[in-house]
């Protein structure tokens, strides 16, 4: 069995922030994945190789991409899955939407904490925070 190429670095998926990933037939790609792949959780098993939709219905309904499972292991009650893209417009739809996904969480955070801050302020602080670390690997 050989194992797929895999991605040099991933995006973290927030746990909090639910995503859809909906499988989809369709054949493999032919050339190899770009440098930056996902991380994230799901209550179903899926097996390596299968093509998946994914996008986060509730924060960003019109944002998705197609990836490609290259690695799934058991994680609790669930597994964690590695995600990698193979055209820079799918990574590219993927990085916005876990930006999105990202100040979302970290809303969530400041909200336990005793604070509340609109999407908009929670962007622009987390912008300020942490955008010059999130991964783009080129893009």
Not at 51 to 62: F, M, Q
Not at 96 to 114: A, D, F, K, N, P
Request: some cysteine.
């Amino acid at each position: 069995m050989t194992s797929m190429p895999s991605p040099i670095s991933y995006i973290q998926h927030p746990d909090n922030t639910p995503l859809s990933l909906d499988a989809r037939p369709s054949s493999p790609p032919e050339t190899p994945p770009l440098p930056l792949g996902l991380i994230c959780n799901s209550l179903n098993k899926m097996p390596n190789g299968t093509l998946v939709e994914i996008s986060s219905p509730r924060l960003a309904p019109d944002m998705r991409g197609i990836g490609q499972i290259i690695w799934c292991r058991r994680l609790g009650k669930g597994y964690q899955l590695g995600v990698a893209f193979y055209t820079s417009d799918d990574l590219y739809a993927i990085r916005m939407m876990e930006q999105l996904c990202h100040i979302e969480h970290y809303r969530h955070i400041l909200v336990t904490e005793g604070q509340s801050l609109t999407l908009e302020c929670a962007a622009r602080e987390w912008i300020e925070k942490f955008a010059e670390h999130f991964p783009t690997d080129g893009l």
